[in-house]
């Protein structure tokens, strides 16, 4: 079975810095990874996703992401935060076959400090 | 842009009572999907849901929950006996194929007392 670990419960930067979110996923097939963010009191908003081709990919508020498949990674990267990016941050993975489900990770609390 | 919406926002239960939660998916989505969320803890899967019948579910989906579309528009998610630890916020979702990722609602958050 598929499974998504996100090493950083919390992570605190301060406002213009640039931050990494980590993402690892395990599963023996294909699969497709997305992030989600999810704003105080409000549900999930999809960031990005990859499915296939470039391994950069870029999504809404400047985020990107990279698909590492040797590392089974998918970090997800910002040069430069503000606050408004104070949000819970979630990976998740859909395996290329069968299951129409996502597995999501534990998330991720940004904190953006001035 | 199109939303998924539900309703309520909030709800609050008496232990032991059946509880609806619904949800207006994307119109031109087929596939309808319920998540939940404990307080801070992960996004768990409960059901999908494609032409009309459950096409796969969770272990924590058991007897108590069950799924219907009794419409064209809207996607219920009931309890039947609601317990203390089905406290939880509740997300619909919707999708076109799951290529395109997932369009979550902003959720139930449902408190048994």
């Known amino acids: 079975a598929q499974s998504v670990t996100q090493l950083d419960s919390q992570v605190p930067v301060f406002e213009e810095a640039p931050v990494e979110l980590r993402c690892n996923y395990s599963?023996?097939?294909?699969?497709?990874l997305f992030w989600y963010v999810q704003y105080p009191n409000q549900g999930l908003q999809l960031l990005l996703k990859?499915?296939?081709?470039?391994?950069l990919v870029k999504g809404i508020n400047g985020f990107e992401a990279e698909f590492n498949k040797s590392q089974t990674s998918f970090h997800l990267r910002k040069p430069s935060v503000h606050i408004s990016d104070t949000a819970e941050y979630f990976c998740?993975?859909?395996?290329?076959?069968?299951?129409?489900?996502?597995?999501f990770g534990q998330g991720t609390r940004l904190t953006i400090n001035p | 842009e199109p939303e998924v919406t539900q309703t309520p926002s909030h709800q609050v239960t008496q232990m032991g009572q059946e509880v609806i939660l619904r949800c207006v998916p994307i119109s031109n989505h087929l596939y309808f999907y319920w998540y939940r969320q404990i307080l801070g803890q992960k996004v768990e899967f409960l059901v999908s849901?494609?032409?009309?019948?459950?096409?796969?579910k969770s272990e924590i989906f058991d007897d108590q929950f069950s799924v219907e579309r009794p419409d064209g528009s809207n996607f219920t998610l009931k309890i039947r006996s609601t317990k203390l630890e089905d406290s939880a916020m509740y997300f619909c979702?919707?999708?076109?194929?799951?290529?395109?990722?997932?369009?979550f609602g902003s959720g139930t958050r449902l408190t048994v007392v």
């Open positions: 990859y499915l296939s081709g470039s391994t």
């Open positions: 998740a993975v859909n395996i290329n076959q069968g299951a129409q489900k996502l597995v």
């Open positions: 849901f494609y032409n009309n019948e459950i096409s796969e």
């Open positions: 979702a919707s999708s076109e194929s799951r290529l395109y990722g997932y369009t």
């Open positions: 599963s023996s097939v294909s699969v497709y």
